[in-house]
């Protein structure tokens, strides 16, 4: 070990090692070597879900739902769905518009054919006229989903419709006119003349639209508040803005579920299919309008909870014998009321002191926790941020330690607060690292930092104690004099190697000397490949896709990381990690140990200062100022029935039961699968309680209790519903994203559509009124779960291009392990917004439209945002004036493909559009990045990979083909 007074450079080694950033657009005209997720902006999203209570997919001719028909549910599920392989229907097209069609035209209705001849339609032939399933077609009128299309003439009987979609809230009767709801024959290739084939295509207006989902939930459900107080409500759809008024139950941005409904049985859940699933947030920011959770303090006796199973008191114990006496209403155990608690009831067995106690009359609240719930009975100390700065010659060359040393001394002051606290209560420290470590001593009583370097990385130790971490404001002018000197000590550095594992150990070791929990932020270039505890060798291999041995592309390549990350969870140590690669640098490990201590990653591909300062600036302050609670153990208790039995998200688990987390911001979510272990009470329903015990950013020791109350269901079409499709999407996701690590992508993928098959099939079965085999029909609340589905199994993780990288593809996976429902949804379904069709002086966000290339025009511009990326697309007919109002160029030619900042112009458009650009940033966890694509160019082949609706360059399906694909195997199931 070295001691230096004045901080002195580290030696220089020899190597370079290292590569100019590759060119956005590369000369191929596929996508950029940098990947979707690194020189493109991070963040997330799934699908939407439909809101109960509203038609959605609906023939022009309504009918009113009706009572359940009585039916009784068949014990068990159909058949097993046959796998599917490759990509659907091979060979066959289904000739949508060319790209620049403005929007889309209906075609000219059918002619009438000879007897005997087929019609061939997008689906491939429909039945001649003899057949037997054509008895209950009906002309279709108007459009079974969007906007009316006009009356359309009667083809004759003998020929059917074109095929229609329906949906139903639950069993309904045939009205006698009614439209056909999703008539869809069997796909088969049919050689007709090209003419034929594309005059009878499937109407996309005529196939489940989320846009027009999106758009009722809002008009129906954005302009009430969402009262919490009724027990199983389905809540609006994550696009809806709505104000929450807790009133006894958690509010949907704490915790959103699959299914507000409940089966009673564990046979009828395993009929349906649909998993049982709660989407968890405890720590979710609230819009400025809704209060924060109330804090409650029960003085020394601490919360009280029930005696057997620990419950912690809800609006939902039962006081009984006056007062004296409650019963759980988990485990039904009854409890004597502590005489410091008593308090008398009213004529309907409620506590006088009911709604003065948040913990009697909401869904959410806190309790201050007594020294019992703290680490060797003692309160913890403030929590304590490292900052550890990688400065291999990588990260000088390219301009970033110098960036981030400039950033920090800014934003130290800005370090998270409790309430209404004059500064922050942590402290601070500063690591530097190449294959060597640096730490420094920033005590306030010295006149220059002081330096000390630990060469033996492979039996880390922190050298110093004293002076290490520190009150900012107390050792300001030394932590500014060491964030000054870093950038010129390397400057001249050439050692290209790094070590990464003891660079966590010895945040870990400093958090535990000073007896606290803490957050490591870690910027990292490169692939450690230096001598040291946790070597990695360069494993990229793309001949492993569409291989069994795929599955280890995904996987850890060593088990030091998970040791290490165990470690980490004991101590409180969460770890952020911001990468800056320009080569592989095996994501899928460098990723365990932010992902199983409740961290982030974050990835900037062939980082450039000039290109992506202001996404990797922007990440970094609002990761900073995150409010996290640290050192934090979740459990979800669960009234008896049912119970949690599978967990997802970035967290650690020593048991079966305790969710372990070093960290915890407002960003991360935990799902939680349940199954049945007894039968549940359609009377009384089904009760969740979250408790949280977390560290707060001031060092106080706080539980979080967030309260759901279910329904219970004798009925399957009460299941459906009342199903959630964003969360069951969500779900789904995270489901598969696990699978991978286990199982070959192809199986993972089948069994996505099985599962799918059969939640659609057990509800044609069982729920929806009789119709012939070749309409396909789905439940009113799931009519998107097939488009997004179909938007699952074409993502990068389940279905890669060639152009994304194994890097990417596991970062990806990690990313979304912990999303909330919210952030999948437009993650999975990006949103595609036209700008020159509302008018500029309009301040509201435009509509958008659907996710196609046919309905983009060439004379208009979109943004396409999915939480991560943000693109501008100009067609190639934009006028004149709008291309000199927005870009101060005179003509489209004359626009830079690929550029990210648009000038700033002194006129209403240019205003317009930078502020819907900023709007949709401050919407999203992560920064995203503006890239501009011409038509034509080569850029917007990366552009049309977020075009989800069409047919995939990798070989996934279309919207339409996937609901084709989705009929033939339900109807295969019902057979």
Known sequence: MQISGAVAPAPPSSGLGYGPPT???SASGSFPNSGLYGS???GQAPPLSQAQGHPGIQTSQRSAPSQ???FTPPASGGPRLPSMTGPLLPGQSFGGPSVSQPNHVSSPPPQALPPGTQMTGPLGPLPPMHSPQQSGYQPQQNGSFGPARGPQPNYGSPYPAAPTFGSQSGPQPLPPKRLDPDAIPSPQLSELPPQQKTRHRIDPDAIPSPIQVIEDDRNNRGTEPFVTGVRGQVPPLVTTNFLVKDQGNASPRYIRCTSYNIPCTSDMAKQAQVPLAAVIKPL??????????????????????CNRCKAYMCPFMQFIEGGRRFQCCFCSCINDVPPQYFQHLDHTGKRVDAYDRPELSLGSYEFLATVDYCKNNKFPSPPAFIFMIDVSYNAIRTGLVRLLCEELKSLLDFLPREGGAEESAIRVGFVTYNKVLHFYNVKSSLAQPQMMVVSDVADMFVPLLDGFLVNINESRAVITSLLDQIPEMFADTRETETVFVPVIQAGMEALKAAECAGKLFLFHTSLPIAEAPGKLKNRDDRKLINTDKEKTLFQPQTGAYQTL??????????VDLFLFPNQYVDVATLSVVPQLTGGSVYKYACFQVENDQERFLSDLRRDVQKVVGFDAVMRVRTSTGIRAVDFFGAFYMSNTTDVELAGLDGDKTVTVEFKHDDRLNEESGALLQCALLYTSCAGQRRLRIHNLALNCCTQLADLYRNCETDTLINYMAKFAYRGVLNSPVKAVRDTLITQCAQILACYRKNCASPSSAGQLILPECMKLLPVYLNCVLKSDVLQPGAEITTDDRAYVRQLVTSMDVAETNVFFYPRLLPLTKSPIESTTEPPAVRASEERLSNGDMYLLENGLNLFLWVGASVQQGVVQSLFSVSSFSQITSGLSVLPVLDNPLSKKVRGLIDSLRAQRSRYMKLIVVKQEDKL??????????DKSLSGGASYVDFLCHMHKEIRQLLS
């Open 23 to 25: 060119s956005l657009a």
């Open 40 to 42: 493109y902006p991070q």
């Open 68 to 70: 359940a028909s009585g």
């Open 284 to 305: 979710a920011s609230l819009p400025p309008e809704e209060a924060s959770p109330y804090v409650v303090d029960h003085g020394e006796s601490g919360p009280l909870r």
């Open 565 to 574: 990350a165990k470690e980490c969870v004991a101590q409180g140590c969460c």
């Open 940 to 949: 917007e082949m990366l552009f049309k990979h977020f075009l989800v609706e």
